[in-house]
């Protein structure tokens, strides 16, 4: 007997209703929380050009020197940032997005997927985001109008989107697109409806 083989892609979405995704404020400013395959070095030469507040993982101690507008946060580097993999746990990182005037997610290598758990916690939470352009994003955060890419390396265009992102009205636009985008096509109900489906027809 001869196997049929296919292939399906499914949306690996954020849980909407999880009691983790309660937006608040805008207090930490522009939150950064990747951990790995990230360009902070471009990320905090544009920040130190626009002078915005800022919240930067820095897992990996890549910033020696950061401007005093930008907060890093790293396991050890003071009391309010506990040693890891506390500084990791999911509620912080997801507490911390939550009180983002905008999610920045800068890729040090575009050839790879990079910051997709950033990007669905911030389509659930509404936030805007700034991105890091690059193919292998499975998902069309930019057409929905979610997000402002930028090209690798570019800090001028980091410094743009930021002066851009100023605007609260647009902020808010953006951040609603993002969570109306998961609610339509991109969330984990889907992804179980599509899983499901999939198996009974084997």
């Not at 049929?4 to 949306?11: A, F, G, Q």
């Not at 989107?161 to 605007?167: G, M, P, Y």
């Amino acid at each position: 007997m001869r196997v049929r083989r296919r292939s399906i892609t499914l949306p690996w979405g954020p849980e909407l209703n999880s009691s983790l995704y309660e937006s608040k404020d805008e207090s930490l400013g522009i939150v950064s929380a990747g951990k790995s395959n990230r360009d902070l070095a471009t990320l905090v030469q544009g920040l130190a050009r626009s002078g915005d507040a800022a919240v930067v993982y820095d897992p990996a101690e890549l910033i020696s020197d950061p401007p005093s507008n930008v907060h890093l946060v790293r396991p050890g580097l003071s009391e309010e940032d506990p040693a890891s993999p506390g500084v990791y746990l999911a509620r912080k990182v997801i507490g911390d997005i939550a009180r983002a005037s905008v999610v920045a997610v800068p890729a040090l290598l575009p050839n790879r997927l990079t910051g997709l758990t950033e990007i669905n916690d911030a389509l659930a939470l509404g936030k805007p985001m700034i991105v890091t352009r690059s193919r292998f994003l499975p998902l069309a955060i930019e057409r929905s109008g979610a997000a402002i890419f930028v090209d690798p390396g570019d800090i001028d265009g980091w410094v743009s989107a930021l002066n851009l992102l100023r605007d609260e009205g647009l902020r808010r636009e953006m951040g609603q697109r993002g969570r109306e985008f998961a609610e339509k096509s991109w969330n984990y109900s889907l992804w179980g409806e599509g899983l499901r489906t999939f198996i009974e027809e084997i």
